[in-house]
């Protein structure tokens, strides 16, 4: 089935340091990636997405490259600040899952002053 | 656009106490998804809807959960009877449909539910 593996945290970076949390994936067929951000007692939000291969989502300065050659979809930022403080989940969707999101378990980012 | 709603925010409550937690999507949404979030195993979804219709519950983790969708702006995502291990953040969420290069799920906040 359908898998996600994403670094594993906490991660805490100081302001205006560079970010990367890996992600790789396992899936049927050519699925779909995204980012997705849940700020402190909040829902989830989407922040970016890649629907084929060599596509480069980005928003809000970060950015994520569909790796189709290693099943990879890293989330990159060139310099954090203390309001990227978050927990980023990479996620896939595929018609092997019957069009459900599978989510990794998560990445915790604290970001300091 | 309101976004996802759901109700209550926060819901504490006995074990053995039936719990119903209430979710309505974004109009015009056909998709609808309940996950439930626990720090042990992350997100997990339970059950997700399309034209109001059940498509997969293999999620729900056993037959004291139910869900419903009784219509296309409404479902509720029902514990009976509730144990402590229920305790959890649950979200619904919504989607436009289910594939497609928009794809998208808008989350709702969340229900915190403790059962003491």
């Known amino acids: 089935g359908d898998s996600v593996t994403q670094m594993e945290g906490p991660v805490t970076l100081s302001e205006e340091a560079f970010l990367t949390i890996n992600c790789t994936y396992t899936?049927?067929?050519?699925?779909?990636l995204f980012w997705y951000v849940q700020y402190p007692g909040e829902g989830l939000q989407l922040l970016l997405k890649?629907?084929?291969?060599?596509d480069k989502g980005s928003n809000k300065g970060f950015e994520a490259t569909y790796r189709k050659e290693t099943t990879s979809f890293h989330l990159e930022k060139g310099s954090v600040q203390v309001s990227d403080s978050a927990v980023y989940f990479c996620?896939?969707?595929?018609?092997?899952?019957?069009?459900?999101?599978?989510f990794g378990k998560g990445t915790l980012l604290t970001v300091n002053p | 656009d309101a976004g996802v709603i759901q109700s209550p925010r926060h819901e504490v409550t006995e074990m053995g106490q039936e719990v119903t937690l209430r979710c309505k999507p974004i109009?015009?949404?056909?998709?609808l998804f309940w996950y439930r979030q626990t720090m042990m195993r992350g997100l997990e979804l339970l059950i997700y809807?399309?034209?109001?219709?059940?498509?997969?519950d293999s999620g729900m983790p056993e037959d004291r959960f139910s869900a419903k969708m009784p219509n296309a702006s409404f479902s509720t995502l029902k514990i009976q009877p509730s144990e402590p291990r229920d305790s959890a953040v649950y979200f619904c969420?919504?989607?436009?449909?289910?594939?497609?290069?928009?794809?998208?799920?808008?989350f709702g906040p969340g229900t915190r539910l403790t059962v003491t």
């Open positions: 969420a919504s989607s436009l449909r289910l594939a497609g290069e928009n794809y998208e799920q808008y």
């Open positions: 899936a049927t067929g050519y699925p779909s």
């Open positions: 890649a629907t084929k291969a060599d």
């Open positions: 996620a896939l969707v595929s018609g092997g899952s019957n069009y459900k999101l599978t």
């Open positions: 109009s015009g949404h056909n998709s």
């Open positions: 809807f399309n034209n109001n219709v059940p498509i997969d």
